[in-house]
């Protein structure tokens, strides 16, 4: 009688880099958009549905790490979410362009 191995999943760590994990992902990802969200993102089932992105698709352990692993809340299936990423964005860039750190 022989054990099977278990199963171990490709997630994405903090610095974007592949790594094994025996835990599924919780969120979803694209890797070319640089999007992430629910496993159960109307707009991420749809694609796949379609045979769009399945090659581009990257999983997550959490939302942390995804962020600081540079990829920003999907729209559509966390809005609230991209509503204050995209906020956050807009004033670190107003910021920056206040103190000379990027052009007007």
């Given amino acids: ?6 199963r171990l999943y490709t997630l994405i760590d903090a610095t974007g880099r592949p790594y094994r994990s025996p835990t599924p992902g919780r969120f979803g990802g694209h890797h070319r958009g640089r999007i992430y969200g629910r496993l ?16 581009h698709r990257v999983f997550f352990a959490d939302e ?30 107003e910021s920056k362009e206040r103190t000379g750190e990027i052009g007007p």
């Fill in 1 to 6: 009688m022989s054990e099977r191995a278990p």
């Fill in 40 to 55: 159960d993102c109307p707009s991420a089932l749809r694609a796949l549905a379609h045979g769009h992105y399945r090659s």
């Fill in 64 to 93: 942390v790490t995804a962020l600081s692993a540079g990829y920003r809340p999907c729209a559509v299936c966390m809005q609230d979410r991209y509503v204050a990423w995209k906020a956050a964005q807009r004033s670190d860039g």
